[in-house]
T-cell receptor, first 113, second 114 residues
Framework: ETGVTQSPTHLIKTRGQQVTLRCSSQ?????VSWYQQALGQGPQFIFQ???????GRGNFPPRFSGLQFPNYSSELNVNALELDDSALYLC????????????FGPGTRLLVL | DQQVKQNSPSLSVQEGRISILNCDYT??????FLWYKKYPAEGPTFLIS?????DKNEDGRFTVFLNKSAKHLSLHIVPSQPGDSAVYFC?????????????FGKGTLLTVNP
């Protein structure tokens, strides 16, 4: 069984640029959630995708957007990057019969200069 | 407004002793609680969970206790091992919501000394 994978592992961007982060869900999982973890904080919910549709969103501006593909993999896109977007971005997947338990990938560390 | 609070940023225990990590929540709609462990440069690893219909759940060395009236849960690790040294996050969700989004505390750094 393959766990959640994310790419890239690290990324450096400059303010105003756009970034795309990728996530492959664990085998058999059809729901993907994205979280942002700032330094010294717990992860914060960005949004969730189920059956290629957004299924709930946290307190993040519209420049944070996402996609889910038919194979349940997902992308997180952030436009007009700001310095405060520097964080660890975590993807988590869950199955429809145990949707309450989410399994996390290793994360993508984004640095905005 | 922090809905899930882990008031101890760090905890240090001796190998073989009990580690007790605490978590408080304010949102009475939360009815499912999870503990995750996180090593540096890795994502959070699911440890154990508990539904609000229970007050205790056990899995090997890990036991989670839930006190709904106090809105408090704790994770007990017995016996503690050096490999348990990590940041532990408490998380909560509302099964009545549409998406089971997790609300996390800020974490507690556990150090188990040999």
């Amino acid at each position: 069984e393959t766990g959640v994978t994310q790419s890239p592992t690290h990324l450096i961007k400059t303010r105003g640029q756009q970034v795309t982060l990728r996530c492959s869900s664990q085998s058999g999982h059809n729901t993907v959630s994205w979280y942002q973890q700032a330094l010294g904080q717990g992860p914060q919910f960005i949004f969730q995708y189920y059956r290629e549709e957004e299924n709930g969103r946290g307190n993040f501006p519209p420049r944070f957007s996402g996609l889910q593909f038919p194979n349940y993999s997902s992308e997180l896109n952030v436009n007009a990057l700001e310095l405060d977007d520097s964080a660890l971005y975590l993807c988590a997947s869950s199955s429809s019969d145990r949707v309450e338990t989410q399994y996390f990938g290793p994360g993508t560390r984004l640095l905005v200069l | 407004d922090q809905q899930v609070k882990q008031n101890s940023p760090s905890l240090s225990v001796q190998e073989g002793r009990i580690s007790i990590l605490n978590c408080d929540y304010t949102n009475s709609m939360f009815d499912y609680f999870l503990w995750y462990k996180k090593y540096p440069a890795e994502g959070p690893t699911f440890l154990i969970s508990i539904s609000s219909i229970k007050d205790k759940n056990e899995d090997g060395r890990f036991t989670v206790f839930l006190n709904k009236s106090a809105k408090h849960l704790s994770l007990h690790i017995v016996p503690s091992q050096p490999g348990d040294s990590a940041v532990y996050f408490c998380a909560a969700s509302n099964s009545g919501g549409s998406n089971y989004k997790l609300t996390f505390g800020k974490g507690t750094l556990l150090t188990v000394n040999p």
